[in-house]
Structure formats: C-alpha cells, structure tokens
C-alpha cells in the first residue's frame, strides 16, 4: 500500500495527470486498455521519480563516486531503501569511515553491496576504541582488514558490553587472543553469537584436546556459536552408526567442522559409504573426508566408474586401499590414473559414462530456491 505523501507526489505526477486527461478525451475505451495504459504511467512517473537523486547527484551520486556500478547500486537500494533518502553528506562521512579503517576499492564495494544496511546504522561513535580493541586480536593490519571486510559489524559491537566479555569468555576455556582472532578470519559472528554453558564446556573436555592443539580453538568456536540442541541431534546422528559419544567427539576434535554439517547430508554419505560401497562404519574415524565429499559428484560417480572397470576387466581396479586413493584425488588427476590411461575408444566410452553418473542431478535439485545459491557474508 502506498503512503499518502507517496501517493499525493505520484498521482500528481506529470505522467499521470496526462493519463487522466486521455482518459476523459476517450471514455470509451475499453477497461483493459485502461488499466495498461494507468500502469505504464505509473511506471513512467516511479522512473521520474528515480531519476531526480541521480540527476541531483544524492546518495546513488554518493555510491557511484565510491566505486558502485549501477548494478550494485540497485542492489543496495533493493535491500535497504532507507539509503535512497539519506543526506549525501551522512553517507558521505560514513563511507569515510571505511577508508579510515584502511579498506579501499574492491573491499569497500564488497561490504556496501553485500552488506548495506550496515550504511543505516550509526558507525562513527566509538570507532577508534573498537579498532584499537580489535587491533589486539590480529598479528598485523591485514588479518584485521580481512576479518572487517567479511563482517562490517565489527566496526560495530559495543567493546564493553559485547567484544570484551567475549574475549573474556574464550580465554576462560583457553583460547588466547590472537588464537580468537584467526577463528574471527573463519567464522565471522564469533563475536555476537558465542555462548558457552556447562554442557558445552563438558563436550569440549570430552574432546580430548589440549589447549595448545591447531584445532582446539575452532573446536571451542564451533560448540560456542551452535545451538545445544543442534549439538546433541547432530551427535546423536552419528551414533546411529554404531559410534560412541567418545568417537564422536574425538572425531569432532580432530576435524571441528563436522559439526557444521547438515544431518541429512551425513546420513546420506554414511548410508551410502557403509550400504552400497561396504565400507565399514568406522572407516570414518580414519577418513573424515567420506562424509564431507560430494555424494552425487564425487562419491557415487567414481564408485561407479570402479564398478565399470571391473565389469570390463580393466586395470587398474578401484577398490582396496586404492578406491580410498580415488575418491581423495582431484577431477583432473583421477580422470588420468583411472580413465583416459586406457586406449582411445575405452578412454571415451569411460569418460561418457563417468560424465553421464556425474549429471544425473537429485530429485528435485534443480528446483531449489534460487535463494539458496545467493552469496552474501558468511554468517
């Protein structure tokens, strides 16, 4: 529904105005005609409308001088209107304070077009104790760029209330300021997101990690930013196998992001790893990569590919030792040892059939939401 202002400056635009005057020079025209011709002008009066910021310079003025094209300028419109009526000075000196911090060309772009409502709220107070705050938890200025550049908010967060008592809350359980700041690299919403209660605390105890392990802080990250109830459905997924809470944790401790899968995606992997290629359960435990590979472009196809070279006698076979070798190796390096070291017609025939197990797509995978492939920060 349009506002009142937005409807007075609308229907008394020129555009408008001379729709209705065609209307009583012919009132006989049909309704459908009508009714198209009141949506073009409608259209043609928002494009007048549009165009006087940009004529008049204004906040998309203000974005274009800063590096935007006119793509993500609409983008930014798109996702926060707000910015459209801003004071070009505001916008301005807010842009500037980016610069201050040391970001410039394609960053600057990246955090106004992925990130603009950061632009609606109020950056300056504070800014130079949060970039001193954070300064102590980066080895140098780039770390600190990078970290800033994927989640703008940190320029942000009150360091009182909310920088500080997390810092606090890692080096409790023995994560070290500098450790902190290379999981803020990985995992941007450290800051605002972590909590850690007793039942969390015990999980990472029952890991087994020392304080001084690589993986021990994004072990901590990783429990502390996950929902307890994600927790315990996700390990609970993994004991179905026949896995201990123990093995689970100590195969969480040595790769953290196991945590950070879906649980369909690893009932699908395992399902597939122990039903159709007999694989015992705890060959997991050993390599964690089976359930992080891609079921329908890694796994499945190559699986299949050995079965082919078996059905046709071919060397060399993938199984044994060597099928774990062929689902680790890159596209390019298992297409040489397994398919096109055979002569040219086998070469062909088995390429055709890789490439084809590879193409079948999941039911219903091509009709995601186009919304689940955009980029944005990752948060």
Excluded at 359 to 370: F, I, Q, T, Y
């Amino acid at each position: 529904m349009i506002g009142g202002r937005a409807a007075r400056s609308l229907f008394c635009s020129p555009s408008i105005l001379a729709f209705f005057s065609s209307v009583s020079a012919d009132a006989s025209a049909p309704i459908h005609v009508l009714r198209h011709s009141l949506l073009r002008s409608a259209a043609a009066g928002a494009e007048e409308e549009s165009a006087v910021p940009t004529a008049r310079g204004g906040a998309v003025g203000v974005l274009h001088a800063w590096g935007c094209s006119d793509e993500e300028v609409a983008l930014i419109m798109a996702r926060q209107p707000s910015i459209a009526r801003m004071d070009p000075g505001s916008l301005q000196s807010k842009l500037q304070v980016l610069r201050r911090v040391g970001l410039d060309g394609p960053d600057l772009v990246r955090i106004v077009s992925c990130r603009p409502r950061f632009l609606a709220g109020k950056i300056g107070n504070g800014l130079d104790a949060r970039i001193d705050f954070l300064s102590t938890l980066f080895q140098s200025k780039g770390e600190l760029l990078r970290a800033v550049s994927r989640n703008p908010s940190l320029l942000s967060y009150d360091v009182d209330r909310t920088m500080r008592p997390c810092v606090a809350l890692y080096e409790e359980v023995g994560v070290e300021r500098r450790d902190l700041g290379k999981v803020l690299l990985s995992r941007p919403t450290v800051i605002c997101r972590s909590v850690l209660d007793d039942e969390k605390r015990e999980l990472i105890r029952r890991t087994g990690l020392p304080h001084n392990a690589a993986t021990y802080k994004y072990a901590v990250s990783v429990l502390a930013i996950s929902h307890l109830e994600t927790i315990r459905e996700k390990l609970a997924n993994l004991e179905k196998f026949g896995f201990s809470a123990d093995q689970v944790l100590g195969l969480f401790g040595r790769t953290p992001n196991l945590l950070t899968l879906s649980v369909e995606k690893v009932q699908r992997n395992m399902t597939y790893v122990v039903g159709t290629m007999k694989l015992p359960a705890t060959t997991i435990l050993e390599q964690p990569f089976l359930v992080f590979a891609n079921l329908e472009t890694v796994l499945k196809p190559r699986f299949l590919v050995g079965g082919k070279l078996q059905e046709m006698g071919l060397e060399p076979q993938v199984k044994g030792r060597l099928l774990i070798r062929a689902l680790r190796m890159t596209e390019e390096r298992f297409l040489k040892h397994f398919v096109d070291c055979h002569e040219r017609k086998v070469a062909q025939r088995l390429r055709a059939y890789y490439l084809g197990v590879k193409g079948v797509k999941r039911l219903a995978e091509a009709s995601k939401s186009a919304a689940a492939h955009r980029r944005g920060f990752p948060f």
